[in-house]
Structures are given as structure tokens and as C-alpha cells.
């Protein structure tokens, strides 16, 4: 039952996470036009990826290593990684509020922003389930999992993006 309770603190955390990360990529998506060439290019010119989720991911692997013989500790630690997560979201602001540009809710922007979100959250849980039943992976392979799912952020956004232009766009 800790396991499972664990896993659901790691999910969620990430889950969390990725919707206000999300949101910032939105922003920078928007401001260039909603083009994934455009959004692409400014990720690799300036070597954008997620250094604060990443940590926080890999200081709960190396931690959940550590005491990997407590189920308990192992719950404790995924609870406060899960707290890091939300207090780093709410620290940095939301998109829509803060910074410049801020990002406009669009029609565009609410759907893209939903279907990125579901997508990313029923990938994730059935990864962390279906590698639950075939191997009896530590929690520390769970958290090495949500780095590789927080680095991946900028990818759902484009997979929404490409699917609303092709159900909205598409020619009859």
C-alpha cells in the first residue's frame, strides 16, 4: 500500500508540475506565432530544458536510494518532492499573470493547453502502471522515470499542437 501511495505522490507531483511548465512553454509557443519550427529553434538556440524539476527529481531518486530499505521514508520523501514541485510552480508565477508577454487564453491556447495535459497524464500513470506489473522497479527508477517525463514537456506541447491543427484545419 506504501508503494502504491508513493507512486500516486510521485505521479501527481509530476502532473502538477507539467501544468504550470506547461503553461510557460505556452507562452513562449504564443509569442512565436504558435510555429513549431519557430518554438523548436528558440528550445535548441537556447538550450532550453528543465533544470529546477530535474533536480528536485534527482535529489528524490538519490534520496528514495538512500533509504530504500523504509517504505515509510520513501512516502515522506515523495511527499515533499511532491511540495517542492507545487512551491516551485507557485514561486515562479503564473504565465498568464507574470512576466512578458503574459500568455493569452485563447481558444487555441485552453484546448492545446487541455489535450496537452490529458495526454501527458494518461501516458504517464499507464507508464508508471504497466512498469509496475512487468518489474519491480525502486523508487528511485520511478523518479529517474519523471525526469525523462519533465524533459519531455516541450514535446507534448507540440504533439497537442499538431493534433488540434489537424482536427481543427483539416481539409473535407
Not at 25 to 40: A, D, G, I, T
Not at 116 to 143: G, K, P
Request: net charge positive; charged share 15%.
Amino acid at each position: 500500500m506504501t508503494i502504491a501511495l508513493s507512486l500516486f505522490a510521485i505521479s501527481t507531483a509530476a502532473i502538477i508540475f507539467f501544468s504550470h511548465r506547461l503553461l510557460c512553454y505556452l507562452r513562449h509557443f504564443q509569442e512565436r506565432n504558435y510555429s513549431p519550427k519557430l518554438f523548436k529553434d528558440w528550445l535548441l538556440k537556447n538550450r532550453i530544458y528543465d533544470k529546477k524539476g530535474s533536480l528536485i527529481a534527482t535529489l528524490a531518486a538519490i534520496a528514495t536510494t538512500i533509504t530504500s530499505q523504509s517504505r515509510a521514508s520513501s512516502l515522506l520523501i515523495c511527499t515533499i518532492a511532491m511540495a517542492a514541485f507545487i512551491c516551485l510552480s507557485l514561486w515562479e508565477g503564473d504565465p498568464r499573470e507574470v512576466g512578458y508577454p503574459v500568455l493569452l487564453p485563447t481558444p487555441r491556447v485552453i484546448i492545446t493547453y487541455g489535450l496537452a495535459l490529458s495526454l501527458y497524464a494518461i501516458s504517464l500513470v499507464s507508464i508508471v502502471a504497466m512498469l509496475d506489473r512487468i518489474a519491480n522497479l525502486s523508487m528511485s527508477a520511478y523518479w529517474l522515470l519523471i525526469i525523462i517525463a519533465i524533459q519531455s514537456s516541450p514535446l507534448w506541447l507540440l504533439l497537442a499542437n499538431t493534433i488540434v491543427i489537424r482536427a481543427v484545419y483539416r481539409p473535407l
